[in-house]
C-alpha cells in the first residue's frame, strides 16, 4: 500500500511515475520538497522567535540563577 500524499505535488509525483514518467515525476517530487522545506523554515523560525524571547526575559529576570 503507498502512503498517503502529504500534498497535490505529492500525488502529481505518483501519477507521473504511474505512467511511466520519471522526469515529470522528479519535477513534482522536487515541488513537495520544496514545499515541506518551506514549512520545516517557518517552525523554525516560530522556535527561534520564542526561545530568543525566553532568553530576553530570563535576562531582565529580577531572580539570579
Given at each position: 500500500?503507498?502512503?498517503?500524499?502529504?500534498?497535490?505535488?505529492?500525488?502529481?509525483?505518483?501519477?507521473?511515475?504511474?505512467?511511466?514518467?520519471?522526469?515529470?515525476?522528479?519535477?513534482w517530487?522536487?515541488?513537495?520538497?520544496?514545499?515541506?522545506?518551506?514549512?520545516?523554515?517557518?517552525?523554525?523560525?516560530?522556535?527561534?522567535?520564542?526561545?530568543?524571547?525566553?532568553?530576553?526575559?530570563?535576562?531582565?529576570?529580577?531572580?539570579?540563577?
Amino acid at each position: 500500500m503507498e502512503p498517503f500524499a502529504r500534498n497535490g505535488y505529492e500525488t502529481e509525483a505518483r501519477k507521473a511515475l504511474q505512467k511511466g514518467n520519471t522526469e515529470t515525476a522528479l519535477v513534482w517530487a522536487t515541488l513537495a520538497q520544496a514545499e515541506a522545506t518551506k514549512k520545516t523554515a517557518g517552525h523554525l523560525e516560530e522556535i527561534r522567535n520564542l526561545l530568543s524571547k525566553i532568553l530576553f526575559d530570563l535576562k531582565d529576570s529580577p531572580v539570579k540563577r
